[in-house]
């Protein structure tokens, strides 16, 4: 069974994580295991960028790998963390998150989905997860414009695809997940 340990990082409402461990496991064609952190860590501070006043998505990634290498040591173990952040990559203006598949570990960046409409703001972040997630399990972006690995480069390209994987990506993510649990 595959297992995700979900970390929140800094400032966030716990509801909104809690939204996504109930609802990330009914999106898989596999069964998914959700652990929830109960305390918020804070961001590491070499994280924050003041010039671009950001987060570096990779460096909370790293942070992520570090403080949870005994149980990434799993082969079907995986860590997602959940922040309330304005995160980047590289020359990138922001990100909604980032995966990095050899460290197992992702993180989503929810501050630019925020919404005054709670159910969107979670079915946003919930969309977020889920590619993250995707990303982790060896997909890569894209083009069936509805599938959740469809890559968002905006609020509204987040809103116009689904939370679920287009059957092509379904395909692939079942040869991973069969690969991941061969012995």
Known sequence: MIEILLQPIGDI?????????????????????IY??????????????????????EIINKFLYDKYKEFLSKKSNFVLGVSMLDGYYFNLNFVFGLANIEMKVASIYTKRLKNFDQLKYRERILKES?????????LKHCNTYKCVMNFSNSVDD?????????????????QFYESTLRI
Request: charge should be negative; hydrophobic fraction near 35%.
């Open 130 to 138: 889920i590619h993250e997630i995707g990303h982790l399990f060896g």
């Open 158 to 174: 987040v809103d116009n695809k689904n939370p679920d994987f287009c059957d092509r990506c379904k395909l692939d993510i079942m």
């Open 13 to 33: 409402n716990l509801d909104d994580v809690d939204y996504i461990i109930q609802n990330i496991p009914n999106h898989f064609p596999f069964e998914i295991k």
């Open 36 to 57: 929830p952190h109960l305390w918020s860590l804070q961001p590491p501070f070499n994280a924050y960028n003041i010039n671009r006043m950001q987060y570096d998505a």
